[in-house]
């Protein structure tokens, strides 16, 4: 408890010949003695580096329970600093009356995992487009096609390859997000599972009262969408190009979008008030429907190709 701890800091600088010159006998008033000041005291510079850090663990404990109590105590002003629509507004007003700030969540570890979570995302969209690229441009660099055109069997190839990238996509994604989840989890964060995203130690407020376990779960889901999205326009273009330069110089601005643009508004600020409340359904939407429609396009026009592909 707070006030334990207090106690113990209390009882640690009685006899401390520094504290008592200052008149400090307790944390609040350590942390207001200087308050009038320009500059920190000695005193504080004493505390933090000039005490063989005796005082540095109570004072860290201290400082960190003091934080969570005031960002409690000031949650309720600060949801509504900014802008707001009758959305935000009405959103802002169910948080306070369902007391769904009240849950315990760190801001460190959701953000530890958001972080996490973005940077394996990348790994896993780049790896794809490596895995990807060769799919369809080799054919058309050995004069395969002409084979392949020749018979019903050899046009179908375009979907039975197509369906091994994306076989293989699903086996890459698992495998990765395994060894990521193996990462993260180092840092036992289990007992967060069930908290609210929506509570009062978050810097953002979001469309949804999810737990974090369910947050992590759809961001998940996220990253297979993006990689199952990623592996067909990569598979789409490998297709359209006859060249390795001129396919590497399409997926380049591709990788980058995706990296950027696409990171910032569908992972990000995924279910966060900076947008509507169904900005992620409609973006992963479009993003899916848009691969999967040029793909279905390709593979019609496979049907209808001549012998020269």
Known sequence: MYEDKMAVFADMIKEDEK????????????????????APSGL??????????????????????????ERYETVQDTFWLGPQTVKHQERFQSITDEKQYKSILPSQVF?????????????????????????YIGDRRKRLL????????GRRLYWVKLAAALIG???????????????????????????????????????????????????YVATFLLAYSLCLLTALLSRLT??????????????????TV?????LDRMFTLYGASWTQAVGYSAVVGFA??????????????????
């Open 19 to 38: 504290f008592v010159e200052w008149g400090v006998a307790s944390f609040e008033e350590y942390v207001t003695h200087d308050s009038h000041l320009d």
């Open 44 to 69: 504080r510079n004493y505390a933090s580096y000039d005490s063989d850090d005796r005082y540095k663990e109570v004072m860290g404990d201290l400082y960190a329970r003091r934080s969570i109590i």
């Open 111 to 135: 953000y530890y995992f958001k972080d996490t979570h973005k940077y394996a995302t990348a790994a896993i969209l780049l790896s794809i487009m490596v895995l990807v690229m060769p799919l």
């Open 146 to 153: 002409e084979v392949q055109y020749a018979s019903r069997m």
């Open 169 to 219: 996509t699903t086996v890459l994604i698992t495998l990765m997000m395994i060894l990521y989840t193996l990462y993260f989890t180092q840092h036992d964060i289990s007992m967060f599972f069930d908290s609210r995203i929506n509570s009062a130690l978050m810097y953002q407020v979001y469309w949804f009262n999810l737990t974090l376990g369910q947050y992590i779960i759809l961001s």
């Open 242 to 259: 006859v060249l390795y330069p001129a396919l590497i110089g399409m997926l380049v601005p591709l990788a980058y979008a995706a990296l």
């Open 262 to 266: 696409g990171f910032y508004y569908l």
């Open 292 to 309: 999967v429609l040029f793909v279905i396009w390709r593979g019609r026009r496979e049907q209808r190709l001549d012998i020269h592909g």
